[in-house]
């Protein structure tokens, strides 16, 4: 049996970070289209793109430096991440008064890299996940820092619990939760919420075609060390995955889909033309799955999506998704 998070330390997170976090809404599928793109599902909208940085990467960064001593964060903390969870470790650090250096690959996009330096982090690029993982480490050897994972470690689940206690406080008898995966980090700490809150609600995962390692994980029976990433979701391509997370995953979570990069694309543009929403390609995936491989099976139900995050800038997202049918 894994080790999840306790509903009491779920709620105890919750109150602990409400200072620096947002609770983020849950609202009905309010667009023009639902019955087209979802049939007879009622959907409901975790809006947790309205977090602050952006996604809800920063619940967990904030409820891990929570957990630090004043000597660890008096030395500061470090990250690796192509994104979402390097804007929200230099916010955890903002807020709560460190310093933070993440480190990112050359490729990462500007718009993401600039956000962390406009919250005072220091970036550091590095070639690829090898080397961000050895800077990493260099800086906690020799300027002493703690690093913030991306998606491993209990502070992280129970950070990313409180999106599941939110979700289950706004709607009463949910059938299904949709969440998408990366790491995993984000999936277990919502499945650890809502399989002790609604017993009967499934959990399923989302993931692109391009970046499968959460169902290769389990599919191999333990987390792979090493993941072949090639989707446009890069907040979804997680390089490896890691015991901790696998082992929640592999408990609570009912069932994995993929969604691929061209069927996340069309929904990036109709989150804008139906929802008046710009999302990043994670974002969509939830919604994606939902007017895809999960649609029949959810039919007649009531279904939470959690849409991630949104860090995209104009030019990306006009790149990414196709011109509406005029």
Do not use: W
């Amino acid at each position: 049996m894994s080790n999840y998070p306790s509903l009491t330390s779920i709620r105890e997170t919750a109150e602990r970070i409400a200072p620096h976090v947002i609770r983020t809404p849950t609202l009905p599928y309010y667009g023009q289209m639902a019955s087209q793109y979802f049939g007879n599902i009622q959907v409901f909208l975790k809006m947790e793109l309205f977090q602050r940085t952006g996604s809800f990467k920063a619940r967990g960064a904030i409820n891990t430096l929570m957990h630090m001593d004043d000597q660890q964060r008096g030395k500061g903390v470090t990250a690796f991440s192509a994104g979402n969870h390097a804007i929200a470790t230099a916010y955890a650090a903002k807020a709560l008064n460190t310093s933070a250096k993440v480190v990112m690959p050359k490729t990462a996009n500007p718009y993401r890299v600039e956000c962390c330096k406009a919250l005072g982090a220091e970036v550091v690029l590095g070639n690829n996940i090898s080397e961000l993982m050895d800077i990493v480490s260099t800086l906690q050897q020799q300027e002493g820092r703690t690093m913030i994972h991306p998606f491993e470690g209990a502070h992280t689940f129970t950070g990313t619990a409180t999106v599941g206690l939110e979700l289950c406080m706004d709607v009463t008898e949910l059938d299904a939760v949709i969440v998408p995966v990366g790491g995993g980090g984000l999936i277990a700490g919502i499945a650890a919420a809502v399989k002790q809150l609604t017993p009967a609600c499934q959990v399923f995962g989302v993931e692109p075609h391009g970046a499968q390692g959460m169902s290769q994980s389990l599919a191999a029976g333990a987390p792979i060390p090493k993941v072949a990433v090639s989707t446009i979701a890069d907040s979804l391509g997680a390089p490896m995955h890691l015991p901790l997370s696998f082992a929640i995953v592999n408990e609570l979570v009912d069932e994995i889909v993929t969604v691929d990069d061209s069927a996340l694309s069309s929904f990036m543009n109709t989150t804008f033309t139906d929802l008046n929403l710009v999302v990043e390609p994670a974002c969509a995936a939830a919604m994606t799955a939902l007017s895809g491989p999960l649609k029949e099976k959810l039919q007649g139900k009531r279904v939470a999506v959690i849409l991630c995050g949104s860090n995209i800038d104009q030019l990306t997202f006009n790149r990414m998704t196709p011109p509406a049918p005029g």
